[in-house]
């Protein structure tokens, strides 16, 4: 049974540092993962999508890697913004097309 | 302006009450999801919907009931028999369940709290 797991839970960060989300899965047979933010009380922003084939995608400060073997995926954020403070997840789907989220990676950048 | 739409946003009901939140979509797309977000949880699978007429349980069904009579509607009840059924209710949308290439579009959310 497929599991996803990001680490860390929370993260705080000052204003215009890079950082990196992490997401592994235990099941490396994955068609693609996908990015998505969260805001407070709000739905979901679909990020990145990356499919299982690529290693990278990028999106103006947003770059996502895809490590299949590992089970490993990262969100690179370059030079943080205030406005980046959200809660960050991750999902892959299973054969019916339902996605399996990680728990999240709430992230906190400071003026 | 293409997207998916819920509504209502709050939604309050009482004890041994039916609610219906609806879940709208102009992306054309054939599947459609329904997720349950609780905190500390995450996210799970209610109902899906891979073609019109058609629907299928997902990880936490019971309680709660879907149809999909149009491709652009999939609207959920929520019955008296959901125990627990404060949250935070996702719609989602994709071209198709085909796991080749399935990114998944997010509706705003409906937060329904029981009194």
């Known amino acids: 049974k497929q599991e996803v797991t990001q680490i860390p839970a929370a993260l705080s960060v000052p204003e215009g540092e890079n950082l990196v989300l992490n997401c592994s899965f235990t099941d490396s047979a994955i068609y693609n993962l996908q990015w998505f933010r969260q805001d407070p009380g709000k739905g979901l922003t679909s990020l990145l999508l990356?499919?299982?084939?690529?290693r990278e995608q990028t999106s103006g400060r947003l770059n996502a890697s895809l490590d299949k073997s590992s089970g490993r995926s990262t969100l690179y954020i370059a030079a943080s913004q205030p406005g980046d403070s959200a809660t960050y997840l991750c999902a892959v789907p299973d054969n019916t097309g339902k996605l399996i989220f990680g728990q999240g990676t709430t992230l906190q950048v400071k003026p | 302006d293409g997207g998916i739409t819920q509504s209502p946003k709050y939604l309050f009901r009482k004890e041994g009450q039916n609610v219906t939140l609806s879940c709208e979509q102009n992306l054309n797309h054939d599947a459609m999801y329904w997720y349950r977000q609780d905190p500390g949880q995450g996210l799970r699978l209610i109902y899906y919907?891979?073609?019109?007429?058609?629907?299928q349980k997902g990880d936490i069904a019971e309680g709660y009931s879907v149809s999909r009579e149009k491709k652009e509607s999939f609207p959920l009840t929520v019955t008296s028999a959901q125990k627990n059924p404060t949250a935070f209710y996702l719609c989602?949308?994709?071209?198709?369940?085909?796991?080749?290439?399935?990114?998944?579009?997010f509706g705003p959310g409906t937060r329904l709290t029981v009194l």
């Open positions: 990356i499919q299982s084939s690529q």
């Open positions: 989602a949308s994709s071209m198709s369940s085909g796991v080749s290439y399935n990114e998944q579009f």
């Open positions: 919907s891979q073609i019109v007429n058609d629907f």
